[in-house]
């Protein structure tokens, strides 16, 4: 599972929500794309956690469970999922504040709630190495 690109483990993910989106279309509660999307992720070989609540320290103060990231895939892509008729801002912060306080590169937004899954996606990117891309690319296969 590990030797998925992270290109490739982000194309997946965004194939998956592109499908789910147009078979069930906006409208429904954040829990429900959760539950559905993981378990395709998971049907496609890739590793997910649902409701990860990571622990950071910070200034000698521990916090645990300080915030859960909606879906972690294959323990390096922060999935973070709305259901909302407007995109905020905020959300694309928390997302990186996510990643920044994790030391992952990627996170992706997908607001369910947007007329098409192309206007609900945003992809944060923390500070990629310099052999890892910025593509966004979607799994053609089918």
Do not use: C, W
Request: aromatic share 6%; proline share 4%; glycine share 10%.
């Amino acid at each position: 599972m590990q030797d998925r690109t992270l290109d490739d483990v982000t194309g997946e993910v965004v194939d998956a929500a592109m499908k789910l989106h147009g078979a069930l279309g906006p409208g429904l509660l954040e829990s429900v794309y959760e539950t559905i999307l993981a378990r395709d992720l998971e049907r496609r070989g890739l590793g997910v956690i649902r409701q990860h609540a990571p622990s950071f320290d910070y200034d000698g103060l521990h916090f645990a469970e300080a915030f859960r990231i909606d879906l972690l895939v294959q323990d390096r892509v922060v999935v973070e999922i709305k259901s909302t008729d407007s995109f905020h801002p905020v959300y694309a912060k928390q997302v990186l504040t996510y990643l920044r306080l994790m030391g992952l590169p990627v996170g992706l937004l997908l607001n369910f709630g947007a007329p098409t899954m192309k206007e609900g996606l945003r992809r944060i990117v923390n500070n990629l190495s310099p052999g890892e891309t910025t593509h966004l690319r979607v799994n053609q296969q089918g």
